[in-house]
């Protein structure tokens, strides 16, 4: 039972460098999200999207592009790295109406150098 | 759109003592409230949430008491154990329509033994 999947745990990029984090679900899940965790900052939302072909802004949308084609996918673009997108990056999907529990990936630690 | 705030940042109680986690929001149309548990280098996970229709919510050692007229909700923790020392974050969404989670800036909670 896979649940949420990330890829890569790992990842170094220079600045300029642009890359695709990717978060693949196996439990039909219509709400997908994506975070960013910080020291001292929490979760903070990037972008969210409730089904396939429907995707929104967050909290700290800048520098990153989503699409959701599948229900089971939702990769993360950052289109142009810059040192403060260094972070721990979640994804996490729940069931379609609020008030479920959300999963969360194991998370991909980016550092941008 | 919502803010959640979440005190203290740190938190450092005796084994077997109680530990109380506060968090206030803003937007009065919330009305799901979860609590998060990371451990260090580990995923969040749901470790019990309350809806608005209820004023509290319990789960053996944990609680989670709601005053929706003051917008805050706390976290109690009784009998600690050095097992629950990890960062908890809480988080606010509405159950109907967009569902975003709104996360506070989470507490690291060290029991000391």
């Known amino acids: 039972n896979a649940g949420v999947t990330q890829t890569p745990k790992f990842q170094v990029l220079k600045t300029g460098q642009s890359m695709t984090l990717q978060c693949a679900q196996d439990m039909n899940h219509e709400y997908m999200s994506w975070y960013r965790q910080d020291p001292g900052m929490g979760l903070r939302l990037i972008h969210y999207?409730?089904?396939?072909?429907?995707?929104d802004q967050g909290e700290v949308p800048n520098g990153y592009n989503v699409s959701r084609s599948t229900t089971e996918d939702f990769p993360l673009r950052l289109l142009s790295a810059a040192p403060s997108q260094t972070s721990v990056y979640f994804c996490?999907?729940?069931?379609?109406?609020?008030?479920?529990?959300?999963?969360f990936g194991q998370g991909t630690r980016l550092t941008v150098v | 759109g919502e803010n959640v705030e979440q005190h203290p940042s740190t938190l450092s109680v005796q084994e077997g003592d109680s530990a109380v986690i506060k968090c206030t929001y803003s937007?009065?149309?919330?009305?799901?409230f979860p609590w998060y548990k990371q451990e260090l280098g580990k995923r969040p996970q749901l470790i019990i949430d309350?809806?608005?229709?209820?004023g509290e919510k319990k789960d053996q050692r944990i609680a989670v008491t709601l005053n929706k007229t003051a917008k805050h909700f706390s976290l109690h923790i009784t009998e600690t154990q050095p097992e629950d020392s990890a960062v908890y974050f809480c988080a606010a969404s509405i159950i109907q329509g967009a569902q975003k989670l709104v996360f506070g800036q989470g507490t690291r909670l060290t029991i000391n033994p």
């Open positions: 996490a999907s729940k069931k379609g109406q609020g008030g479920t529990e959300a999963f």
């Open positions: 309350i809806r608005s229709n209820v």
């Open positions: 937007d009065s149309a919330s009305n799901y």
């Open positions: 999207s409730v089904g396939a072909g429907i995707t």
